[in-house]
C-alpha cells in the first residue's frame, strides 16, 4: 500500500501553547486528506476534510479556529492545535488517498498517529 | 444520516477457526468499501477493498459485499493470535469530494 508519514508521533506541550502535526504522502499525490481524533478505547472521529488547494471541511462541532488545516500541496497537509488545553490530549491521525481511479475513490492510507499530551 | 454498523464484540474465536466480521451501511449509492484493522494504540491500516459484488480474496482474508442488502463482511481463515485487534469497516460515496464513513469497530480476541 502507500505511505503516509505523519509527524511527530507524539508531543507533550504547555497548556495554552499551539502544536502542528504534519502529515505527507510519501509516494502518491493526496488530493484528499482526513483528520481524525480518537479518545482511548473509542472509535475515529473525522474532524476534517481537506483538498489540496482549497479550504478545509469541518466535521460539526469541531472548531476551525482552535484546529487550523492547511493542504498547501499534494503531498503535505498540517494540523495546528491552537490555544491547546488537557481536553485535547488525543491521538491524532492522518489519512490521505489520492483521486478517483476508474470512476470509483480509491482507498484511504493512514499515517501513524501523533499522540498529543497537554499538560 | 449516513451510517456504518457493526457489532462492537468483543468476538472470541479459537486458534485456526474462521472469524467472521460484518457490517450494515445506510447509504445505498456507497460504491467503495474497506476494511481496516487497528491495533490498540497503533493507527488502522488497509486489509482489502472491494467495489463489486461477491468475494474477494486476498491470503487469509476473503471480503463479501452484498448492496442489495448493504452488507459487507470479513472472513479470517486460520484465526492467529496476531489478528486479534479492532476491524473497522468503511465506506465512501461514489462522489469525488465524499469522505470515508467508519463503522465504531468489532474488536476481535484470538484465543489460544
Known amino acids: 500500500g502507500a505511505v503516509v508519514s505523519q509527524h511527530p508521533s507524539w508531543v507533550i506541550c504547555k497548556s495554552g501553547t499551539s502544536v502542528k502535526i504534519e502529515c505527507r504522502s510519501l509516494?502518491?499525490?493526496?488530493?484528499?486528506m482526513f483528520w481524525y481524533r480518537q479518545f482511548p478505547k473509542q472509535s475515529l472521529m473525522l474532524m476534517a476534510t481537506s483538498n489540496e488547494g482549497s479550504k478545509a471541511t469541518y466535521e460539526q462541532g469541531v472548531e476551525k479556529d482552535k484546529f487550523l488545516i492547511n493542504h498547501a500541496s499534494l503531498t503535505l497537509s498540517t494540523l495546528t492545535v491552537t490555544s491547546a488545553h488537557p481536553e485535547d490530549s488525543s491521538f491524532y491521525i492522518c489519512?490521505?488517498?489520492?483521486?478517483?481511479?476508474?470512476?470509483?475513490?480509491?482507498?484511504?492510507?493512514f499515517g501513524q498517529g501523533t499522540r498529543l499530551t497537554v499538560v | 444520516q449516513k451510517e456504518v454498523e457493526q457489532n462492537s464484540g468483543p468476538l472470541s474465536v479459537p486458534e485456526g477457526a474462521i472469524a467472521s466480521l460484518n457490517c450494515t451501511y445506510s447509504d445505498r449509492v456507497s460504491q467503495s468499501f474497506f476494511w481496516y484493522r487497528q491495533y490498540s494504540g497503533k493507527s488502522p491500516e488497509l486489509i482489502m477493498s472491494?467495489?463489486?459484488?461477491g468475494d474477494k480474496e486476498d491470503g487469509r482474508f476473503t471480503a463479501q459485499l452484498n448492496k442489495a442488502s448493504q452488507y459487507v463482511s470479513l472472513l479470517i481463515r486460520d484465526s492467529q493470535p496476531s489478528d486479534s485487534a479492532t476491524y473497522l469497516c468503511?465506506?465512501?460515496?461514489?462522489?469525488?469530494?465524499?469522505?470515508?464513513?467508519f463503522g465504531s469497530g468489532t474488536r476481535l480476541s484470538i484465543r489460544p
Open positions: 472491494i467495489y463489486s459484488n
Open positions: 468503511a465506506v465512501n460515496e461514489y462522489s469525488s469530494a465524499s469522505k470515508i464513513i
Open positions: 509516494d502518491f499525490q493526496a488530493t484528499t
Open positions: 489519512s490521505a488517498r489520492d483521486s478517483w481511479t476508474g470512476g470509483r475513490n480509491t482507498e484511504a492510507f
